[in-house]
């Protein structure tokens, strides 16, 4: 800062010289130009940046700000700053996740053919597994509504075989783009306020998939689908007339998409007739059944909240409802099929002038018009499949609308006209397939939602409010972008991860107020039922404790401030964020779930009073405790967010391996044999397959192998030192045994969750008789969860299960055991030797980290492969097999004697050399930080931008 300080008064004064030169002998001195003037501040200058960056620091702090920011411009790193660039670059995303995060091995699995379609699929599938966990976690982190979390999550449909072929004629995916990626981008091409590639890719996305859909409801048949399909309409609207068209074409369409997706139930005593009606006829879908007379009618519902005034009025009988809907129906397919064939005039006539102009390039250049392209489509196409479908189409539909206007629809002046019978046949048929169509395949709501959000939402409804969780989705998505990402390997073949925290006394989860705490830890058993509040003689530490809440009620608690800055503010709030309420509607769904708990008994808003002891919401107390902890920089933020590495690597295993199924049902018997390779819950899973299937049993089986896979990929440990001498003292303690019991509370909420710790053992030694000797020895300790031993778990004691207890060795020199050196690197020391796996990452606990972070652990993992690990040479190729070669030759060799053995160790450790030489020379990784509590205060800002630019820049980066 000093150096800093004096190289700016230095430069100053350099300036003031300068004006003053420039104003003392002015501009018309001979020799005193404006070069001049800046060569002499130039040479000024020199000796004092020289001066300056005598000190290594602020020069190391220069030239590596100025070299990453180089590196990170090059690189493209940060280039996706905003919500509307991330979502126009979705092509982009698509493909560098591919590059960065898609395994090869996965790949390999999954794709099925070597089409566009194929790997559009692959990377559609692949992206949907990782941005799905995504968005859960910042669901369940409060950073999302279940609004928000609709409009992010991609949607896989639910196809029977038959559709999927249908579907890979289409060239259509089986992963619907999430909504945020879609929404506003056909309503803005109609409107001609942009025209970009993603715009046009949504557009034609759309229209696919309305053709399908219209298709399966047999509003269209196949020729008609492939006609309307071939009609690509990929360039934005032109003129004013051309948008006109285009919004009235949108507006048909979403209410065609409206009246399918309501999906009525047809009453029963029309059932009949219809079923009698489409006798003989071959329809597309099979097992259509329809519903009986109580079932009620949202066709009703459905229009009139889509404002559809003045069509619906009393029902009092069926024939008026059907008569209604077939005339909406009638009505926006031949209003849509008349704006399609205006378009499709447009469309002929700029065909007809580029084929007129391709022809006068032919004879002038004619290489030139061998290389023009089509505007729109070709005109062989254009004749062959799009005139022919669109004109069955109006040959078909218009005097169908006719006839139901007519019918149906009183016209001023004009008498209505009755169905034939012919006409009210193929209205029962038709009807009852459109309405029917979602109820025998989930496939075609689904699609019918999403095409009405598509050209319904504005993009605006689809962002996130909370600032932190834009920040998350961008950084994820930008981060992608930087070429230097290594590729990810798969789950199976990707480096183990151990993740260390140390912990000594720190705060692990806040507390709801002395009264309840001591409630707590009373039926926890870790202290005796008759401690109460006012007797602080036998139960100490309790200043020591922080209250989410005071007993007096006082606004001034610490829940009362967590909520004033995490809650959405009338004026919008300061930061931009609603983690609040969107907490308080995550409860409503758990309070659902639990059943015991009624919300109506609480008046008005949700707040921390009513979790008070007799309040509805008791029983949900747990959330709200750890909702306030992860606000803070506690123990169970940081258990949190590292078990977001777990989260991540299941996801990926799961898309990794699609098919796993050992078990198959063999002819003639209801069993199956034992799949080998599998103990412990594997076994389980086996002995049930004959009560719950086959299919069930290897869906169990499945989850287990894929459990156990990523339990051998990554743990997590926390090195509690004191969890042991803080269990001792439970009765007389009241901050140690409320740390024993939010550890207790954290190894229940994550399964996998590990606790490392130092305990004392008592040996005795008997020297002589009458004599013993009695020696306290150090042990490290490894809890593992066990759900079992903590619920029968004795007062006082620590709950979990047992792993591994190593006895330490003796420190003769001081009375603090094992403890030789500073107490974190002790700390961290003692737990090494649980930690198995092939990495160690250490972390503090007051840090966290999201599942967007942790989607990128293999590509970290992979900076410790080897050089080429995903493209192995000959040469390496050549020194493994020499390797194997010669350890099965040493093998057969091993009896003839010591000197041939000691030749072929020697052959090994060479080829070992060889083979270590082209291993990369990474050992150790640093991440960047993100002070999350900047915004607490002045002193919190600085302290941020001091880790920022000397923890995180000088010594990281």
Not at 213 to 241: F, M, N, S
Request: net charge neutral; hydrophobic share 45%.
């Amino acid at each position: 800062m000093r150096q800093s300080s004096c190289l700016w008064c230095s430069l100053q004064i350099i300036s003031d010289q300068q004006g003053y030169l420039s104003t003392a002998f002015g501009s018309d001195l001979p020799g005193l130009t404006a070069a001049s003037q800046y060569s002499t501040v130039a040479v000024m200058a020199v000796p004092v940046l020289l001066l300056s960056f005598s000190d290594t620091g602020l020069l190391f702090s220069l030239v590596g700000g100025l070299t990453s920011a180089w590196i990170g411009f090059r690189r493209g790193v940060g280039s996706i700053k905003s919500w509307t660039q991330m979502v126009s670059r979705f092509s982009v995303l698509l493909d560098n996740y591919k590059q960065h995060c898609l395994s090869r091995s996965a790949a390999m699995l999954h794709l099925q053919g070597n089409t566009d379609r194929d790997m559009q699929q692959l990377c559609l599938s692949a992206l949907a597994s990782g941005w799905d966990v995504l968005a859960v976690d910042l669901r369940q982190r409060d950073l999302l509504s279940n609004r928000e979390l609709a409009c992010l999550l991609f949607e896989q449909l639910q196809l029977s075989q038959e559709q999927l072929e249908h579907l890979r004629d289409l060239g259509l995916t089986t992963v619907l783009p999430a909504r945020c990626f879609v929404a506003g981008a056909v309503p803005d091409l109609a409107a001609a306020a942009v025209g970009s590639d993603h715009h046009l890719w949504v557009a034609k996305a759309c229209w696919v998939w309305m053709c399908w859909l219209c298709w399966q409801a047999g509003l269209i048949d196949g020729k008609e689908r492939e006609g309307l399909v071939a009609l690509r309409l990929l360039h934005a609207p032109t003129t004013r007339k051309q948008q006109h068209r285009w919004q009235k074409m949108l507006t048909e369409a979403v209410r065609l998409l409206k009246l399918m997706s309501s999906s009525p139930q047809i009453p029963s005593n029309t059932a009949a007739a219809a079923a009698a009606a489409t006798a003989g006829h071959t329809s597309t879908l099979t097992g259509c059944q329809t519903a009986g007379p109580t079932e009620p009618n949202p066709f009703v519902a459905n229009k009139a909240a889509a404002g559809c005034k003045g069509m619906f009025h009393a029902l009092p009988d069926d024939e008026r409802w059907r008569g209604e809907a077939w005339r909406d129906l009638t009505a926006s397919m031949a209003s849509l099929i008349k704006q399609l064939e205006k378009e499709l005039e447009h469309l002929a006539q700029a065909v007809q002038n580029h084929r007129n102009f391709s022809s006068t390039l032919s004879g002038l250049f004619g290489w030139f018009a061998a290389s023009s392209r089509q505007p729109f489509i070709t005109s062989a196409e254009l004749e062959a499949k799009v005139l022919p479908a669109f004109k069955t189409l109006r040959d078909r539909w218009t005097p169908w609308s006719d006839a139901a206007r007519a019918a149906y629809q009183r016209q001023p002046g004009q008498q209505r006209r009755a169905l034939t019978i012919e006409d009210v046949r193929r209205r029962d048929v038709v009807l009852e397939r459109v309405y029917a169509v979602g109820q025998a395949s989930p496939a075609v709501a689904q699609v019918a939602g999403w095409l009405i959000d598509a050209l319904t939402l504005l993009p605006g409804y689809t962002i996130p409010v909370d600032a932190e969780a834009q920040r998350f989705i961008l950084g994820f998505a930008s981060s992608l972008n930087d070429p230097g990402l290594k590729l990810a390997p798969s789950v199976h073949t990707m480096p183990s991860m151990t993740t260390l925290t140390p912990h000594y006394d720190e705060d692990v989860m806040y507390a709801l107020n002395e009264e309840d705490a001591l409630s707590d830890l009373a039926a926890a058993q870790l202290i005796p039922n008759s401690k109460q509040p006012t007797d602080p003689v036998k139960m100490g530490s309790r200043d020591k404790m922080i209250y989410l809440m005071k007993l007096d009620g006082s606004p001034t608690a610490t829940m009362a401030y967590l909520r004033s800055v995490y809650c959405q503010q009338p004026g919008g709030g300061s930061d931009g964020t609603t983690q609040w309420d969107n907490f308080v509607e995550r409860l409503k769904g758990l309070a659902a779930a639990h059943g015991s708990i009624n919300l109506n008994e609480i008046p008005g808003q949700i707040n921390e009073f009513h979790f008070l002891p007799g309040e509805p919401l008791h029983p949900l107390k747990a959330e709200l405790l750890l909702w306030a902890s992860c606000r803070g920089q506690l123990l169970a933020r940081t258990a949190r967010g590292m078990m977001s590495y777990r989260s991540a690597l299941a996801a990926i295993a799961d898309f990794e391996n699609p098919a796993f199924a050992p078990y198959q049902a063999a002819a003639g018997s209801s069993g199956s044999s034992t799949v080998p390779g599998f103990v412990g819950a594997a076994d389980q899973a086996a002995q049930g397959a004959d009560a719950v299937g086959m299919d069930q049993a290897n869906a169990v089986l499945r989850a287990v192998v894929l459990s156990d896979l990523v339990d051998s990929k990554y743990s997590y440990i926390v090195s509690s030192q004191n969890l042991g001498e803080f269990a001792s003292k439970t009765a007389t303690d009241m901050k140690a045994a409320w740390l024993v019991h939010s550890i207790h509370t954290l190894m229940q909420r994550h399964p996998t969750f590990k606790v490392a710790f130092i305990d004392k053992q008592l040996l005795v030694t008997a020297a002589r008789p009458g004599y013993k000797v009695e020696v306290r020895r150090d042990c490290s300790v490894l809890l593992s969860s066990d759900k079992q031993r903590a619920d029968a778990a004795a007062a006082g004691t620590i709950q979990g299960k047992e792993a591994y207890r190593i006895l330490l060795p003796i420190n003769f020199e001081s009375e603090r055991g094992v403890i030789l050196g500073e107490g974190k690197p002790e700390n961290q020391n003692h737990a090494v030797i649980f930690c198995h796996s092939e990495a160690l990452q250490t972390i503090d606990c007051n840090q966290d980290n999201v599942v967007a972070e942790s989607l990128k652990l293999r590509n970290l993992l992979a900076e410790f492969l080897p050089i080429g690990w995903d493209q192995p040479t000959l040469q390496a190729r050549s020194l493994v097999n020499k390797l194997r070669h010669s350890l099965t030759n040493a093998a057969g060799a091993a009896g003839t004697g010591a000197a041939a053995a000691a030749a072929g160790a020697a052959n090994n450790s060479e080829l070992l050399k060889q083979i270590a030489q082209g291993r990369g020379r990474v050992a150790l990784v640093g991440f960047r930080e993100w002070v999350f509590s900047e915004d607490s205060g002045a002193l919190a800002e600085f302290a941020a931008a001091t880790e920022r630019s000397f923890g995180t820049t000088v010594q990281r980066l």
